[in-house]
């Protein structure tokens, strides 16, 4: 089992930056890949960053806007989101995929964290 904890959530300007965390605890030496997803309210749930083995990729929506990492040492990774906008505002959610057997992966969600943009 992976218990994922979100935290950076807020309110900000249009043009500001907000930093998300989430820390994992548990298996964690399981976890294969981590990444954030966000839901804006009336719409479906979609990967914003993933990371896994050193490699990320992105959403085209935030690509030279939003940086994933991971820090191994402390079980978390981060999402440093920079230029804001408006069309940013939704729910955050950590996302970690964990290996249970050669055959099977298990997902993993945090509670998720509120971030809106202000115009």
């Known amino acids: 089992q992976v218990q994922l904890v979100e935290s950076g959530g807020g309110l900000v300007q249009a043009g500001g930056s907000l930093r998300l965390s989430c820390v994992a605890s548990g298996s964690t030496s399981s976890i294969n890949n981590m990444g954030w997803y966000r839901q804006a309210p009336g719409k479906q749930r979609e990967l914003v960053a993933g990371v896994a083995s050193g490699v990320t990729n992105y959403a085209d929506s935030v690509k030279g806007r939003f940086t994933i990492s991971r820090d191994n040492a402390k079980n978390t990774v981060y999402l440093q989101m920079n230029s804001l906008k408006p069309e940013d505002t939704a729910v955050y959610y950590c996302?970690?995929?964990?290996?249970?057997?050669?055959?099977?992966?298990?997902?993993?969600w945090g509670q998720g964290t509120q971030v809106t943009v202000s115009s």
């Open positions: 996302h970690a995929r964990a290996v249970r057997t050669i055959w099977r992966m298990d997902d993993y």
